[in-house]
């Protein structure tokens, strides 16, 4: 008895996905349902599925596609999370100036990390000095750029990575749209490991003349430039 219904319940089951899956098949496939059954005609007739596998497809496709079109596309059209892509090295069209950050910032399509246009500097502005490490960390987090907050010190590995070396000479340069960069020293928000256990005294720096990395007591006044993105805690 129980063996009976079982089976009588399976073939209900597979009745059902055989139905769907034909009408997945035929659904906007061009074929009407009795072309797709014509067996005294074996060009018309077409493996079902086949065709439910075509249209899976394409519906994934189309998934994937409005999925993409809805995640944080930008000004060059780069969807998606970009905060994984460190894995490329697309110098021709690297940086872009968002225009929905009022031109303000600059998305790095290497890393996906978004940047002040111009960074905050201290070198030939008048009045009192006040960029220490933690009035720059302090100023990163309280700006709006753009209309948008949530800005910070970036890592060193971060701020390293806006430094290339000129395939000519090999020096370092600062490629990019970027205005107003000095060739200064920058803090970063990483501590100073070279003592055990890391020194909260001092944090390093990097300096956009040589693109040298040192560590700076927190204390000294040095430049800052507040980046935007995830924060991954090895690099710090």
């Given amino acids: 008895m129980m063996r009976s219904r079982l089976s009588k319940w399976l073939s209900g089951v597979g009745g059902v996905v055989l139905i769907g899956g034909l009408a997945l098949a035929n659904y906007d496939g061009g074929a009407t349902p009795a072309e797709a059954h014509n067996y005294q005609n074996p060009f018309k007739y077409q493996n079902p599925f086949k065709q439910i596998m075509s249209k899976l497809n394409l519906i994934l496709d189309k998934l994937n596609a409005n999925g993409a079109s809805g995640a ?3 000004s060059v059209g780069v969807a998606g999370n970009q905060s994984l892509s460190w894995d490329t ?3 021709s069209a690297r940086f872009t100036v968002l225009t929905e950050l009022g031109g303000a910032a600059v998305r790095d399509s290497n890393t996906g990390l978004v940047w002040e246009l111009s ?14 490490w933690t009035d720059a960390r302090i100023q990163c987090l309280e700006k709006n750029v753009g209309g948008t907050r949530g ?10 990575s806006l430094i290339d070396p000129d395939p000519v ?7 990019g749209v970027f205005t107003d960069v000095k060739l200064f020293s920058y803090w970063s928000a990483t501590a100073n490991a070279e003592l055990s256990p890391p020194s909260v005294t001092s944090k390093l720096i990097v300096n956009f003349d040589d693109g040298k990395v040192s560590p700076l007591a927190k204390g000294t006044p040095s430049n800052f430039w507040c980046v935007r993105g995830p924060m991954s805690e090895s690099v710090y």
């Fill in 119 to 132: 960074p905050s500097t201290i070198i030939g502005t008048p009045g009192p000095v006040t960029t220490t």
């Fill in 89 to 91: 090295n697309n110098q």
């Fill in 72 to 74: 944080g596309v930008g």
């Fill in 169 to 175: 000479t090999g020096k370092p340069i600062t490629q």
């Fill in 151 to 160: 800005w910070r010190l970036p890592s060193v590995v971060e701020l390293v």
